[in-house]
C-alpha cells in the first residue's frame, strides 16, 4: 500500500510503499476512500519541518528541556542519536477520513466487512491506502451521509467539543473569530443548537461563506462591515455583548483574544480551541471576569491511551460526551442535514497526486477549506515487501547468520541495530513492526531485504537463524514462545516476562522444544566501565554489599511504561536490568527479596536482596529525584576495598587507603558488546552469553519485588516446579 509520509529533519513529503498494518484485536482493518487534508495542524507541521534545527527548537521549547535532562544522564553522544534518529525518520500525516472495513479484529462486535465507518486520531487515520483504527477512533457512517462528508468526522468532533466546553444554551449570542474549516463548523453547530452566531475573520470571502452557512452577520476587523458587526450585536444584545466566543483562529497575532475582550459581555465565556497568541489584555478581562476555557482536541479520552489505544469507553452515566461519541454526533448532525459541507469541500485530489499537492499548499499555490483526497479502489493489499535492490536468493557474501527483527522504535534503531547494520557475518533480512512506517524507517537505515507487519511470517522463513524481539513489554513473553518453537535463536529486550504466568509459559516452551538459545538485553554487564571496573576490584572472595542508586525520574504524561496492568511494573519493566548487575557483579543468585516503597509511589522504592553467597545487595529504584541528577550510581563495599561508578563517566577503586581513578568519554552501558556477545554465540553454536538459570532467576526476583510490596516481608526468589505450575494454571494474568 501507498502512505503519505514526511521527514521532520528535511521537510521532504513523500508517497512510500509500505506493508498494510496487522489486524490487531480491538480494532479493524479500514481501506480509505477519503481523507481530509487539515490545512491548520498539517500545515504548521509542514511549516515546522522546514526550519533549521535552532528554529525546531525554538518552535518545541518542551522537547528541548526533555533533551537537556536525556543529555544529563545519558550523555551528549546518546542523545544526539536519538534526536537525529526522531528527525531523520518518516512520520505520518493525517487524521480524519472515511472508509470501508476489510478486515474485523477480535472484540468488535457489531462491525463487518464492507462497513462504512468514519475514523479519527494522528496515529490511525492516516493519509494511507490501508489503516488499523482502534475501537474508540472509529464510528460506523448513517446512511444518507457519504464517504467525503464522513471524513471530515474528526475535525467535526473538534468543533463539537468546543461547543460543549462553552455549555451555550438555546437563545444565547455567540461569536466566532476566525472562519476556517474549524470556524465554518463552529458556526453551523451553534445554529442547530439555537444559537444567534456572529463571524469575524480577516477573509470576506470567508464572512459571505459564513453568513451563507447561518451566521447571522460577519466582518473583518477594520473596515465598515465590522462596524456594522459591532452595530448587529449591541442591537441583539442590548448593549451587552455576546454570550460566549470562540477562538478558532491560528498565527501569531494577538488581535483575537484583543477582539474577544471588546465582543464580550460582563462574564462571558471565551473558548479557545485554535491555537493564537494569547497575551491575554489583563485589564479587558479582569473588569469583564471573562471565564477563559480550553477545549482539548475531540473530547474526553483524547490523549488517554486506555481509552485510545485499549478502547476502554467513560461510561455515559458519567462522561455523556468522548470524543468517539461527539463523532457519531457531528455524522448525526450530517445526517439530518443540520450540516452543510458541500461549500467547504473546495478541492478533491487523487490519493496518487498528494506530493504534489502538499508543494501547491505549501508554496500558497492551493488554498480553500477543505481538502481531499480520493483513494483508488484497486489499492495493493500486502502485508511483507521485499526491497528489489537489496534482496537476494543466497545470503549475503560472508554472512552466516541470517536475522529478523520484531519491533524497531527508537531505542531498537539507536542503540541496537547501528552495532549490527555493517557486520559483514549478519545478513538483514526481515523486520517485522506494528506500524508500516516503523518498518520503513527501519529498512531505509539498516538495509534490511523485507519489512512486514507479520511476524508470524517472519518466523517461518527457514533463512532466518535469529530473531531479536524489541517490542513493548506485554508482548515480549509469547513472541519468545514463538520463536523458540520456530527453532530460533532469540534476543529480548527486557523484561523477559511482566507475570509469573508469561515467565511459567516461557520455562514450559523451552522443556517442550529443547531450545533454549535465548538472551535477554541485560546490557549493563557488557558496559566496559563496569568489566573494568569488576576486573580491577576483584573476583569476590566472600559476602559483598553492593548498592546502587537509580535516578530514575517521573514519567512523561501518557508514557505507555505508565500502564502497569498491562506492561508490568516500573521495576518489572526495568529494574530487572539491576538485579542483573548486582547478581552478575556478586556471580551469585537472589533467593529472597525485601522491597518497601513511598506511601505516594509505590514505583518509588528500595529493594534489599539477599543472595546465596551471604551478600546483600540495595537497588534504591527512585522517581521523586531531580531528573538532571546522574541516573545510576553504584558502590561495592568488601574485603577491605570499595568499588564506585558515577553514571558510565568515571569509575575508582579504593584500596588500603589509595585511590585509582577512570574516567570515560560518553556512556556507554554495553550495548554494543551485548549485540556482539549474543551474534557471535549464534554464529558459533557457543552457550549464550547469559545463562537460562540467571534470566529466569532474575525475572522471578522483580516479581518477588511485587510481592513483597504487597505483603511488607521479604519474598522467596526461587520459581519451583510447583510455582510454575501454578503460574501456568492459574489463568490471572492481565498482561498477556
Known sequence: ????????????????????????????????LFSLVSMGTEAMKIHESKLSLVGKARARPDQVKKVMQSVSQQGAVATYKKVMNRLDSLTPLGYSLCGEVVEVGEGMDGYEVGQLVACGGNLH????????????????????VGPAEASFATVGSIAMQGFRQSEAKLGETACVIGLGLLGQLMVQILRAAGVRVYGVDISEERCALAERLGAAKCGVPGTRNFDALSNAIGIATRG??????????????????????????????????GKCSLDLPWKDYYEKELDVRFSRSYGPGRYDPSYEDDGVDYPIGYIRWTENRNMECFLDLLESKKIDLEPLITHVRPFDQAVETYEAVNKGELGGLGILFEYPAEA????????????????????????????????????????????????????????ALSAANAQKKFGFERVSTDFEGL????????????????????????ALAAGKAVFVEKPLAVSERQLAQVVETIRQTGNDRLM????????????????????????????????????????????????????????????DLASWWLESAPVKVFAAATPNDPDNLQVTMFHEDGSVSRIAYLTQGDPRYPKEVLEVFGEGSVARMDNYASTEVWRKGKRSKQNFRGVDKGQRHEVAAFIDAVKSGAPMPIGLESLVATTAATFAVTRSLGTGAAEPVAFTAEEQAFALDSGMDAAQ
Open 125 to 144: 487515520a492516516l493519509h494511507a491506502d490501508f489503516n488499523w483504527v482502534p475501537k474508540n477512533l472509529c464510528v460506523p457512517v448513517p446512511e444518507g
Open 240 to 273: 451587552a455583548g455576546v454570550d460566549y466566543v470562540f477562538l478558532t483562529a491560528g498565527g501569531s497575532s494577538n488581535q483575537p483574544v484583543e477582539l474577544a475582550a471588546e465582543l464580550a459581555r460582563d462574564r462571558a465565556r471565551i473558548v479557545d480551541i
Open 459 to 482: 518466523l517461518e522463513d527457514t533463512d532466518i537463524d535469529a530473531v531479536m524481539i524489541m517490542t513493548r513489554h506485554h508482548a515480549h513473553a509469547a513472541m519468545v514462545c514463538k
Open 520 to 579: 535477554v538485553g541485560f546490557n549493563r554487564r557488557f558496559a566496559p566501565a563496569l568489566t573494568g571496573l569488576k576486573a580491577e576490584f576483584g573476583k569476590p572472595g566472600g559476602p559483598l554489599a553492593f548498592q546502587l542508586t537509580v535516578n530514575a525520574g517521573p514519567l512523561e504524561n501518557g508514557s505507555w511504561y505508565a500502564r502497569s496492568q498491562q506492561e508490568g511494573s516500573r521495576f518489572v519493566g526495568e529494574g530487572c536490568h539491576f538485579v
Open 380 to 435: 495493493k493489499f500486502t502485508r511483507r515487501i521485499e526491497v528489489p535492490a537489496i534482496a537476494s536468493k543466497g545470503r549475503a557474501k560472508g554472512a552466516s547468520v541470517g536475522l529478523g527483527v520484531i519491533g524497531a522504535g527508537n531505542y531498537a534503531s539507536t542503540m541496537i541495530l547501528p552495532h549490527i547494520k555493517d557486520r559483514g557475518d549478519v545478513r538483514m533480512i526481515e523486520v517485522a513492526t506494528a506500524t
Open 1 to 32: 500500500m501507498k502512505q503519505v509520509a514526511q521527514n521532520y529533519r528535511s521537510g521532504e513529503i513523500s508517497l512510500v510503499e509500505v506493508p498494510v498494518p496487522a489486524c490487531k484485536r480491538g480494532g479493524l482493518v479500514v481501506r480509505s
